[in-house]
């Protein structure tokens, strides 16, 4: 019998190499230095905004306006940094303060996140729309650069999801305010009973839910070249997937940075490993849900197990 | 001044109807008070398939944290696309599209609900997921083709009595019936317990699961109602059609006062809300602002709503 609480932090990992078992065997040409490049070269955006939702869901939060956010990050770095660089990293950071301030305010008035962060993604589209009307744009070349940047052996986009993963459970698993980060979702009480600042700590998690939004944005614009205030919209849906499939909870402060990475990475090669089964487009959103729900029965299976013994 | 903040705090719907009719004041006094009593009525109009939508999305919400659906938008186009293709445009088969709309509705929610129990996936995700198949069944099925409405159809999702839809007195009678049934029967007084405290329910002896189930249901199959009446008032269905419906099913009942926390129903705030956020548009498009604007603006005034609202300590 293998230990429920191993198999639990292994499913993610189990997933992803599932999926990707599948994909080679449907297309072995896959299975080499170009076409994992090829395959996965979006999983860096999508893992840096799983990170991101990862933050807002460690304090028991929901964030509805990622997509959006990684859209309107696009649109200011291939507009206004390029005309005006000290304009463009001050809007970009003015973004960042704003979600600081959104932490605020849902905290001081004890506002549903849900609600608040809803609103605040029509903010963000109706600015990108107001910025640049129609898709456009032109990605500064140094952002070009990084995001075809080739690293010998190990395909870019592997390096940059083990960097990521490995920075953020360094941070998030191994330091104190990562402890305390965590327990402000899991007895936010206790912890004000123990003198921490709540305020304090939800306004840094979702500053640093912008910080790693801004990353996905500009990661994201290296790679199509030009911005689209829509391109993201879906980033909402797949960030929160990322984070479940990979093994984080709703509420409690139980997350795992690796685990959302390779969720995101997962996510990332389900569309090309439908493309490959060639079924019909019709079905493709479809099969993606389907997978989500395979995923998580599997866990449920687990949990009630990890729950029994 | 004091009595009136006291009366609001303790009708939270009076919010949304205050809001109202401030936009609906600041949009009259721009066009001079011409055409004032058209802008209402067309906000009524349109507002009214939010508050279907609305109505179920209230009782979700009112069985406590996390549970929101998420489904609503890919079954309210599901049932749009059933019910136009198996109407076919003839006026004779009208019931046949309907009950075959809202029986696959039906489907939806049973399986949301078998998600939610026997998975234990958290709401939002279930409801996300099935979404997808939904969805994917929609397409599959409607194969893109926009069929008509049958007459009467259209008619009935049309036509007004006296200056008002007729929609919008239907659904009013139907909201009536939810306020009473979450006000009055072992039903509604469950599905708030639950939202209060779910354990305390349990063992309480209230029946947690059936009422779970039977919530899940009564969403899907409001949402499948919209989709029939949507799709009869402008022309037939469309796949984008829920599109709008997530945040607005959400947005309504939430500025209308319905406690995020769970526990709290509240139906009258639902059209208040409803009514808001139409006037709202309408008044942003008389200033004539640009697309951006409007979105900016919708977004910001969504955020001003809830945080004068104000949230609640959560009771754990």
């Keep these: ?309 | 001044m004091t009595a009136l903040r006291a009366r609001l705090a303790a009708s939270p719907w009076l919010w949304s109807f205050t809001a109202a009719a401030l936009v609906w004041g600041l949009a009259a006094a721009v066009t001079g008070g011409r055409g004032a009593g058209e802008i209402l009525t067309s906000a009524l109009a349109f507002g009214t398939f939010t508050v279907i939508v609305g109505l179920g999305q209230m009782l979700v919400i009112t069985t406590g944290p996390g549970n929101v659906d998420l489904s609503i938008p890919a079954t309210m186009t599901l049932s749009g696309v059933i019910a136009m293709k198996v109407m076919d445009t003839e006026s004779a088969r009208i019931l046949l599209g309907v009950a075959a709309a809202l029986g696959a509705s039906f489907v939806v929610g049973i399986v949301n609900y078998v998600l939610i129990r026997l998975l234990r996936i958290p709401p939002i995700i279930a409801t996300l997921s099935s979404s997808f198949l939904v969805l994917s069944s929609a397409i599959s099925y409607g194969r893109g083709l926009r069929i008509k409405p049958p007459p009467p159809l259209a008619d009935f999702a049309t036509i007004r009595l006296g200056g008002l839809p007729l929609v919008t007195i239907a659904i009013f009678a139907l909201s009536l019936l939810i306020a009473l049934v979450l006000k009055r029967t072992v039903y509604g007084r469950t599905v708030a317990a639950i939202g209060q405290n779910e354990r305390a329910a349990w063992l309480a002896g209230l029946d947690v699961r059936r009422t779970r189930f039977i919530t899940y249901v009564l969403s899907a199959l409001l949402a499948g109602l919209c989709g029939i009446l949507q799709s009869g008032f402008s022309g037939g269905a469309a796949l984008n059609m829920g599109d709008d419906f997530l945040l607005a099913s959400i947005a309504v009942v939430v500025i209308g006062g319905t406690s995020v926390a769970g526990g709290r129903g509240n139906v009258p705030g639902i059209w208040g809300a409803a009514l808001f956020m139409f006037l709202l548009v309408t008044m942003l498009n008389i200033f004539g602002a640009s697309p951006g604007v409007r979105l900016v603006m919708t977004g910001l005034i969504i955020i001003a709503v809830i945080t004068a609202a104000g949230g609640e300590t959560q009771a754990r």
């Excluded at chain 1, 801004?214 to 960030?239: E, I, K, N, P, Q």
Aim: glycine share 10%; charged share 10%.
């Design chain 1, 1 to 309: 019998m293998i230990n429920p609480r191993l198999l639990r932090a292994a499913l993610p990992f189990l997933s992803l190499a599932i999926v990707l078992g599948a994909t080679f065997y449907l297309q072995p040409r896959t299975m080499s230095y170009f076409g994992l490049n090829l395959m996965l070269q979006y999983a860096v955006p999508i893992a840096l905004a799983t990170i991101a939702q990862m933050f807002i869901i460690t304090v028991n939060d929901l964030d509805l306006s990622i997509g959006p956010f990684v859209g309107l990050v696009g649109v200011i770095a291939a507009t206004v940094l390029n005309t005006d660089p000290a304009l463009g990293i001050a809007a970009l950071l003015a973004c960042i303060i704003a979600y600081g301030l959104v932490g605020a305010l849902i905290h001081l008035r004890n506002l549903p996140s849900i609600v608040v962060t809803l609103g605040l993604s029509f903010v963000w589209l109706g600015i990108a729309v107001m910025i640049l009307p129609s898709p456009g744009g032109k990605a500064p070349p140094l952002l070009r650069t990084i995001m075809t940047f080739s690293v010998p052996y190990v395909p870019f986009p592997i390096v940059a999801a083990i960097v990521i993963g490995a920075i953020v459970h360094l941070a998030l698993m191994t330091t104190s305010f990562g402890v305390i980060a965590r327990g402000a979702g899991g007895n936010p009480k206790a912890l004000t009973r123990a003198g921490w600042s709540m305020l304090q700590t939800r306004v840094i998690m979702y500053m640093l839910a912008g910080v790693f939004g801004l990353l996905s944005g500009l990661s994201l614009l290296g790679l199509t070249t030009s911005a689209d205030a829509h391109v993201a919209d879906r980033y909402t849906l797949y960030s929160i997937a990322g984070v479940i499939l990979g093994g984080g909870e709703f509420i409690g402060g139980r997350v795992s940075p690796i685990g959302a990475v390779v969720g995101a990475l997962t996510l990332a090669l389900a569309g090309a490993f439908l493309i490959f089964l060639r079924i019909s487009p019709d079905w493709q959103i479809g099969a993606q849900g389907a997978i989500l729900i395979v995923v998580l029965a599997m866990r449920a299976l687990i949990t009630t197990r990890e729950a029994r013994s």
